[in-house]
């Protein structure tokens, strides 16, 4: 083990582009490059941005039955999913709340699984103390790119012509300039797009000639977060966590109906009950009325001054062109177009409960 | 003109009577994108080390503390339609407040060019 933090096999390409390099889950990351959240997001929304992010974990999991196995640990339903499609789902505890989300994706005789950076240990233990006889391999040598925004697909096509048959949420194994990759249409920012795992010999050649694409740009994980914000999609830690439920967070579409049907998950009674009678709070969008960002912690209040819950995840987005947030209000408040204030600093500010996502996700089905 | 440098990164500067007050240039490259800034009011009267306003930008929320003593003359409105000009002319068109200084002799305490450039570095 070193002391200091991680670095990704992207690290020195980083470091060349301008990258401003901070502490992100034990990981030396790019929070922005010279061109700034605000640019680098813009980008993602109308041409592509390049994100790094392998620092989150990529695991293995291979055995009998991996999928009905893994289930027993998580709400999707896994044991239907084809070769080559991905599904997005979380990690649930005994009281009903989320150890941390994933996707999990079916790659013919393993299961691929992509989790968060700040989780790899605990996700790996608690799949190694519940799954006996699966081998749970973190794969630790290859790199994890993001590349979002409409036009990924054309940035791609020119290196991987097979990718384009991809729809979301769909993925292959193909070569990268000769290099075997394994690529996912999916991503984490609203936008269509693809996350790319590369062997890290070769992730920054692959990185480079990516980039080398008149409308592919370099982008931090300051734009990830305010374009995962705007598109409604929860940070693990903030939005969700061990106490909150995925029916609270407004994720109940990720547990399909066979597992409603049949349980066998942790927490499944709290979930389930909760999925049929409702939940005390609920997980909404905030739409501020100034300009004045409000951020996680800050209180939200009814209008008759009474506490109705907090907000998550907050900031600026700049697609939308203002402040946006989310958070957990009372469910009997959470009427769309409720008027609301945030306690920014102490003073009332005006906002309203609105629809998730702020922007319109563009995926490609 | 003399331009004085706080540790906090503001800068202050004499014009007549008054004193211009603002951010630094190297404080608004390390805020990044601003998008929004908390002014105090007309008349508002503070201490040196005072909390004077916030800036946000995409990234955070930062306060902006008072160099010197004083009392706000007039809070400069373009800021609040505008935030992102504290990115572009942080040191002229940008100036946040005008204000009153309570004892002109602080200024003496805050550093100059060559001392801020070296407190940076």
Known sequence: ?365 | MTTYYSEEHEWVTLDGDLAIVGITAHAAEQLGDIVFIEQKEEGDEFESGDEIGVIESVKAASEIYAPVDGEVVEANSILENNPSTLNESPESDAWIYKIKLTDPSQLEGLMDLAAYKTFIA
């Not at chain 1, 010279?34 to 929304?45: A, F, L, Q, T, V």
């Not at chain 1, 991503?187 to 590369?198: A, L, N, V």
């Not at chain 1, 927490?267 to 409702?278: D, F, Y």
């Not at chain 1, 957990?328 to 996502?357: F, H, T, W």
């Open chain 1, 1 to 365: 083990m070193t002391s200091g933090p991680k670095r990704t096999p992207l690290y020195s390409l980083h470091c060349e582009l301008g990258g401003k390099m901070v502490d992100f889950a034990g990981w030396e990351m790019p929070v922005q490059y010279p061109m700034g959240i605000m640019g680098e997001h813009n980008i993602c929304r109308t041409k592509a941005a390049l994100f790094d992010v392998s620092h989150m974990g990529q695991v293995i999991l291979r055995g009998p039955n991996a999928a009905k196995r893994l289930e027993a640990l998580v709400p999707a339903a896994l044991m239907e999913l084809e070769v080559g499609q991905a599904r997005y789902t979380f990690f649930t505890n005994n009281e009903g709340g989320i150890k941390d989300d994933l996707i999990v994706s079916n790659a013919g005789d393993h299961l691929f699984l992509v989790v968060n950076a700040s989780m790899r240990e605990q996700d790996i233990s608690h799949m190694t103390e519940a799954l006996g006889g699966i081998e749970i391999i973190e794969i630790i040598d290859r790199a994890l790119i993001a590349l979002q925004g409409p036009a990924a697909e054309q940035v791609l096509m020119t290196h991987c012509p097979e990718a384009i048959g991809l729809k979301f949420m769909e993925s292959i194994t193909a070569l990268i300039d000769g290099v075997s990759c394994k690529i996912s249409r999916l991503g984490y920012t609203g936008e269509d797009g693809f996350e790319i795992s590369i062997p890290e010999a070769q992730a920054e050649q692959i990185a480079r000639m990516l980039l080398d694409h008149s409308e592919c740009f370099p982008a931090g994980l300051g734009a990830r977060d305010s374009l995962r914000l705007e598109a409604g999609l929860c940070l693990y830690g903030n939005d969700i966590d061990e106490m909150r439920s995925p029916v609270e967070a407004n994720l109940t579409w990720a547990i399909q109906k066979r597992r409603r049907l049949e349980g066998g998950f942790p927490g499944a009674t709290r979930i389930l009950t909760e999925i049929a009678g409702g939940t005390n709070q609920k997980l909404v969008g905030i739409k501020p009325h100034g300009r004045a960002p409000a951020r996680a912690g800050v209180e939200i209040q009814n209008q008759n001054g009474q506490s109705i819950g907090e907000i998550t995840s907050g900031g600026f987005g700049p697609t939308v062109g203002g402040p946006v947030a989310m958070g957990y209000v009372d469910s009997k408040e959470v009427d769309l177009g409720s008027q609301v204030n945030l306690i920014v600093r102490g003073k009332p500010q005006m906002a309203e409960i609105c629809a998730l996502p702020f922007i319109k996700q563009k995926y490609k089905r």
